[in-house]
């Protein structure tokens, strides 16, 4: 399932772009002013960002020309009421990899986000993620600790997945309910640490470590969680 980061502070236009990519299939994360999609963009593993340009506190051609810096190399889908030339040519000279100019038709977006992300999956797709005596087949969705199968619920798999491609970040319980549970959670839930309480008890409580007042860090071969 691709993560799609959305940045757009426009609530009306983010709120549409969001349950039509939830109602195909997506996860989504929606953020409303520029140096949060950046830090969302650089930490976060997203699959693609759908980027508005007339961002608040960093404007979204400074996010691009910031991720390109760091060598991120997220498809970026440029979202604009700028149409002109001049808007067209700095966005794609800074990186975006398409242009969709406001307003549009969801079904055009949705058509070339798909189309971004079957590029970059022709270009390589890691199936299997490897972490110390743990490996995830993301095809499969077969997970095994030392060679040995253990079976895990949808949401597990999606929460062990999120810590392996983060291995050693601390992620706190907003970021692991906006991956794992979507954008629509309730932020006084203790759900995360039920799921890692049971993840623990089927991979080894070792692995996972508790950041206190913060939230979970994924190390595999870590002694005290």
């Known amino acids: 399932m691709a993560r799609i980061l959305i940045a757009e502070d426009e609530e009306r236009i983010a709120s549409f772009v969001r349950k039509g ?7 989504t994360t929606v953020v409303a002013d520029g140096e949060q999609a950046l830090q969302y963009a650089l930490g976060d593993g997203y699959d693609l960002l759908v980027l508005d340009l007339g961002l608040p506190s960093r404007d979204g051609l400074s996010v691009l020309r910031t991720l390109r810096e760091h060598h991120n190399t997220t498809p970026v889908v440029i979202l604009t009421a700028h ?3 001049q808007t067209t040519l700095a966005g794609l000279e800074g990186g975006a990899d398409d242009y969709m100019a406001k307003p549009f038709r969801f ?18 797709e890691t199936t299997v993620l490897h972490a110390g005596p ?32 983060h291995q050693g970040q601390v992620l706190t319980r907003e970021q692991i ?19 890692v309480r049971t993840l623990r008890r089927k991979i080894g409580a070792g692995h996972i470590r508790t950041a206190r007042g913060m939230g979970y860090a994924f190390d595999p071969g870590h002694t005290s969680p």
């Open 21 to 27: 990519l939830v109602a195909n299939g997506f996860t």
């Open 83 to 85: 149409d002109s030339p």
């Open 107 to 124: 079904d055009e977006l949705l058509a070339r986000i798909r189309l971004r992300l079957r590029r970059t999956e022709l270009v390589a």
């Open 134 to 165: 743990l490996s995830l087949d993301l095809r499969t969705r077969r997970a095994d600790v030392d060679g040995a199968g253990v079976d895990l619920t949808s949401r597990e798999f999606a929460l062990l997945e999120l810590f392996i491609r």
């Open 177 to 195: 309910l906006s991956h794992v549970w979507g954008y629509d959670f309730d932020p006084g839930s203790n759900i995360v640490d039920v799921y």
